[in-house]
């Protein structure tokens, strides 16, 4: 009802940008008119995506070997909503996510292939925001959970917004802190000899229950800064940085590595690292139908890597309700220092991977989008206001190839 | 520059009408999420996109 009423006001003001094709849009809420309202679900969005990727260079086997992976991943997020005696509005938002996956390489953390190739991972979140009605800054927290087998995380933040006098820039901060654990599973070729080998990703399938794996901590520190400006009634921008830094276990003990004389270890990656990427977005709606969706980032990090991404995505609005989005994002890096491929390492190094993920090379993704937002609700279903679904493949120049399909249904 | 921009831009409330669609919205979108986990764990580069930056394993 409200982004009806929006659309009203909007209609009855913009003489000079009328479109017809505005109806679809979700104006701001003018904080001003709030009344003081109890708590209540204004939100439920529901997002699941396939996704399939295939490959030659897996991290387990050393640099070659399957990468073939699926994973289904679910995620529901309820935004519930009120105001207090300040006429703040008030946003709670919690959020659970359920993943299965099949990764064929991590049967081989055993050297048969006996390991099992499956697991799961779950992730609750939640985040409370409190906006000024007069000003419109925000403040809030957050945390977060995920749990899978071998990995635990355990996170929180704080995050303050702050608008300009004319609500035409915003000025954003987030400062995230992950606590996470490495559980210590070892190659079973490479395990150390106090390792007792009880679970189904050793040797001895899923005959255990006991194990003294044990685990090693990784954090990770991050300072997010955000700017966004409107430029004109057509174009916003925003600048973006992130501030990383990561210490503790930051290799994986189940990952081999080759080297140049045959011999054979487990990886081994510094215990610090410090990333630094800065973004920039560009959206423009030009003439009354179509969106151009515009982002660059550039990437550099203490291990050498170097980075740029560049994305594109029009947007075109076939009606007020339907929208058809192809996109395409180019991504390249640089190796980091201690890469290296399958038997080509040497054994007098310090630090040494063979996870392609630090390698040389170049990827493109690109795809194409759908959304449907029709004022009755889709499916004439008032309750369901949003769907969308997007498909995109993936290919990198390590030969590593994937598809994903995504959808989301969003309900008030 | 923050001041630069606040200074030069005043665009009305009531001209904000194509500004305020949701797929003008300066954010990714969310059905993008998976893709941003996946892109965050076969690359290197992660960040700078309001997606995480740390957290989970990636580890298949």
């Known amino acids: 009802m409200c982004r009806l009423n929006a659309y009203s006001q909007a209609k009855q003001d913009s003489t000079v940008n009328k479109s017809p094709y505005i109806i679809n849009s979700t104006p701001k809420q003018d904080s001003t008119h709030f009344n003081p309202r109890k708590m209540r679900l204004d939100e439920i969005n529901f997002v699941t995506s396939y996704y399939s990727q295939n490959g030659d260079h897996s991290a387990v086997t050393g640099g070659i070997g399957t990468e073939k992976v699926t994973d289904i991943a679910n995620g529901l997020d309820l935004n519930f909503v009120w105001t207090n005696h300040n006429n703040n509005k008030n946003t709670l938002a919690l959020g659970l996510g359920f993943d299965y996956h099949t990764a064929a390489s991590q049967a081989y953390v055993s050297k048969t292939g006996a390991s099992s190739p499956s697991g799961t991972r779950i992730y609750p979140s939640a985040d409370w925001t409190v906006e000024n009605s007069k000003t419109g800054n925000t403040f809030g927290v957050g945390a977060y959970l995920s749990n899978e087998y071998n990995y635990k995380s355990l996170g929180a933040d704080v995050h303050y917004s702050v608008k300009t006098d004319n609500k035409n820039g915003e000025f954003s901060v987030k400062l995230q802190g992950y606590f996470d654990n490495v559980r210590l599973i070892y190659p079973s070729d490479l395990m150390p000899a106090t390792t007792v080998i009880t679970n189904n990703y050793g040797d001895h399938g899923n005959d255990g229950h006991r194990d003294n794996f044990g685990t090693s901590p990784r954090k990770t520190y991050n300072a997010s800064f955000a700017y966004s400006q409107i430029i004109n009634s057509r174009l916003q921008i925003a600048f973006l940085a992130d501030v990383v830094g990561q210490n503790g276990l930051l290799s994986l003990p189940f990952h081999r590595v080759y080297f140049s004389n045959g011999s054979d270890a487990i990886e081994k990656l510094p215990s610090s690292r410090f990333k630094l990427p800065v973004g920039f977005r560009a959206n423009y709606f030009l003439g009354d139908n179509i969106i151009l969706r515009s982002y660059y980032r550039y990437y550099a990090d203490s291990w050498g890597v170097r980075s740029s991404t560049a994305n594109l995505e029009v947007v075109y609005k076939v009606s007020p309700f339907f929208s058809i989005s192809p996109f395409y994002r180019y991504y390249t890096q640089t190796a980091a220092r201690y890469f290296s491929p399958y038997e080509e390492a040497s054994p007098t190094q310090q630090y040494f991977t063979s996870n392609y993920e630090y390698a040389d090379f170049h990827s493109q993704f690109f795809g194409v989008g759908f959304r449907v937002a029709p004022p009755k609700g889709v499916f004439g279903w008032q309750g369901l206001h949003e769907l969308e679904i997007r498909y995109g493949h993936y290919a990198q120049s390590t030969d590593l190839v994937s598809n994903v399909i995504s959808l989301d249904l969003g309900f008030k | ?60």
């Not at chain 2, 606040?6 to 893709?35: G, P, W």
């Not at chain 2, 892109?39 to 298949?60: F, I, L, P, V, W």
């Open chain 2, 1 to 60: 520059m923050v001041i630069s921009f606040a200074s030069c831009a005043n665009v009305k409330e009531y001209q904000k009408s194509r500004i305020n669609d949701s797929e003008m919205a300066l954010s990714n979108r969310k059905v993008e999420k998976n893709e941003l986990n996946f892109q965050s764990y076969r690359e290197a580069a992660s960040g700078a996109n309001a997606g995480k930056t740390g957290g989970g394993c990636g580890c298949n």
